[in-house]
């Protein structure tokens, strides 16, 4: 599924073992921008909700809700 600017997700089970995302564990975050993967390695940036933003992989992130 490709995320797009506005849905709703939270660490997936990898992202939930990754030590620097440790400060997102339980909590949700919208996507704010989805850059192409050839531009950049981390395509998905993430505003998350009470702990700032960060870019991540599409494999350390889980679909909550739809924009």
Not at 17 to 43: A, M
Not at 47 to 56: M, S, V
Request: net charge positive.
């Amino acid at each position: 599924m490709q995320m797009k600017v506005g849905d709703l997700v939270e660490l997936s089970s990898i992202g939930q073992r990754t030590l620097y995302l440790q400060g997102f564990r339980n909590k949700i975050g919208v996507v704010i921008e989805v850059r192409t993967k050839k531009e950049v390695y981390y395509p998905i940036k993430v505003k998350w909700f009470g702990a700032g933003i960060d870019t991540l992989l599409r494999s350390s992130l889980k679909f909550v809700s739809k924009a």
